[in-house]
């Protein structure tokens, strides 16, 4: 197979070099301006209309050649369209050389034109251009895997995940539908912010490199700054940042932000992840429970045109209002126990009862998460908000009004898999403290995924925040609901993989292993 590629590259080289003997450039820099998108010509088409004159561009996907006329499929932006092509039309002079050598000899599936011509309709029906004008606007040195497809079902078709990550730009040329996934991504963004900028909240920006990897539990990265010789950490969260312009005076600031954690990899885990998360002043978890159901209906509404999307097997519905239940609730309808007031030996033993694995380095918020994780996350389909966490979960949550041993915090399950992420924030300098010290404590521990103290944070709250609610929500997990997909690779155009193996690679290796 290789070596049949090879050849295939040989060839198109050879070809290469034929255009540029001929005196064409195959990659020219002069402008090509085209006026015309494949899917708005099909569309707007009319039989008895004036003839309409284009200029299009994109790559030829299929050629027919039938003596002085062939047919075309060439694909733009937008999608394909058929071309007619006619030796005498794009030849009108006695030399034929650009339809008998450029064309049928030197040109290849996969290879940039741009034509000029007018719109009709083939005998067979289908609404096509007739090309007067034909460029040559960039070779294509290696040949595209051939997807065929019959009946809509691919076949002998470029479907080996590793490939299709790895080589995305080609994924996107051969494979219909994974286009449709990332503009359907960027849809998904622009109703978000219409949501926010509607209600007079702000975009704002906030660092990626940090001092202190504050505003969640999880292992970061860490690098170097030379200049200032110390450690920096990639972001694990922008919390405490935007929690800081809240106490500068904005009323709401939300951010689409690059988060990065050390930790696993798997269907719905990548390294490198998109998250939102939004502060509102003078609000609380209740209101902005509302909040996100409005926001997420909204979402299904723009990006779909209905508000159910399906997911596998499954049917959501984001028609707002979404389902309630306590934490404490969740557990009891699981498994059976009533978690209330028990401590950290007690809940071991439910651990071990309910056979789930645990360690030494887990404290009591741990504990009921693992026991929520394994019992019960994963039974709620439609979405459903999870409320009041147990305090120890939540170290920058507010104690909850009615209960002091719980916090006002939930988290949306859909899909049995966490979505989103609200407080009614934490504004107590004192108490918040007294959190991050029993943070400190669970790090020593052995715990790595435990909190920093973040004393610039605790000064700002001192200046004093007002009652503030805030959310976060993963960006990638929200797109994989919106179109359907059960893996998170499927949503990112470049998902984190282990660097390609080549022969160079293997050289290296061997040299380093000698060594």
């Not at 405490?240 to 939300?254: A, H, M, N, S």
């Not at 998360?277 to 902005?288: A, L, P, T």
């Amino acid at each position: 197979m290789n070596q049949e590629l090879n050849e295939q590259e040989r060839f198109r080289r050879q070809s290469l070099a034929q255009l540029r003997e001929m005196g064409i450039n195959p990659y020219p820099a002069a402008l090509f301006p085209t006026d015309a998108f494949s899917t708005e010509v099909k569309a707007s088409f009319v039989d008895d209309a004036p003839r309409r004159e284009v200029v299009m561009a994109g790559r030829m996907m299929s050629r027919r050649i039938m003596g002085k006329a062939s047919f075309v499929e060439l694909q733009d932006s937008k999608g394909r369209i058929q071309l007619y092509v006619s030796r005498d039309e794009i030849c009108p002079d006695e030399n034929k050389d650009l339809y008998n050598v450029v064309f049928k000899k030197l040109l290849d599936i996969g290879d940039f034109i741009g034509v000029k011509g007018y719109v009709f309709r083939t005998q067979m029906g289908e609404i096509s251009i007739h090309v007067s004008e034909l460029t040559v606007l960039s070779k294509s040195l290696r040949p595209l895997p051939i997807v065929k497809y019959k009946d809509g079902v691919a076949y002998d078709s470029f479907d080996d995940p590793e490939l299709r990550f790895r080589q995305r730009y080609v994924d996107l040329v051969v494979n219909e539908g994974v286009k449709d996934i990332f503009i359907k991504r960027t849809k998904v963004y622009t109703s978000m912010r219409e949501f926010f900028n509607s209600r007079g909240y702000m975009e704002v920006e906030t660092p990626i490199l940090q001092s202190i990897p504050g505003g969640a539990s999880a292992r970061p990265f860490i690098t170097h700054h030379n200049a200032l010789d110390i450690p920096l950490y990639l972001r694990i969260a922008d919390e405490l940042y935007l929690k800081r312009l809240i106490v500068g005076g904005f009323e709401g600031v939300y951010e689409f932000s690059k988060n990065f954690r050390n930790e696993g990899m798997d269907k719905t885990h990548n390294p490198e992840f998109t998250c939102m998360e939004i502060y509102v002043s003078y609000k609380d978890y209740r209101w902005m429970m509302e909040f996100t159901e409005q926001m997420l209906e909204k979402i299904c509404l723009d990006v779909n045109g209905t508000t159910e999307v399906k997911v596998g097997e499954n049917t959501i519905s984001f028609k707002a209002p979404f389902a309630r239940k306590t934490m404490t609730e969740a557990i009891k309808d699981f498994t059976g126990i009533d978690i209330t007031g028990m401590d950290e030996d007690a809940l071991r033993n439910v651990c071990k009862q309910l056979h789930i694995e645990v360690d030494d380095t887990m404290g009591k918020g741990k504990l009921i998460d693992e026991i929520f994780g394994e019992k019960c996350e994963g039974n709620y389909i439609q979405p459903t908000f999870i409320t009041d966490y147990p305090i120890e979960m939540s170290p920058l949550c507010k104690r909850h009004r009615d209960d002091s041993n719980l916090t006002e915090r939930f988290e949306l399950m859909v899909n049995g898999k966490e979505l989103c992420n609200a407080y009614s924030e934490l504004n107590d300098p004192i108490d918040q403290l007294e959190r991050f010290q029993e943070q400190l404590r669970l790090s020593e521990k052995g715990d790595d995924e435990a909190m920093f103290i973040d004393m610039d944070f605790v000064r700002a709250l001192e200046y004093g925040m007002p009652p503030t609610s805030g959310m976060g929500i993963g960006m990638d997990r929200l797109v994989m609901l919106m179109t359907g997909q059960t893996t998170i690779q499927e949503v990112l155009f470049f998902p984190q993989m282990r660097p390609e193996v080549t022969s160079k690679n293997n050289n290296e290796a061997e040299n380093d292993n000698e060594a």
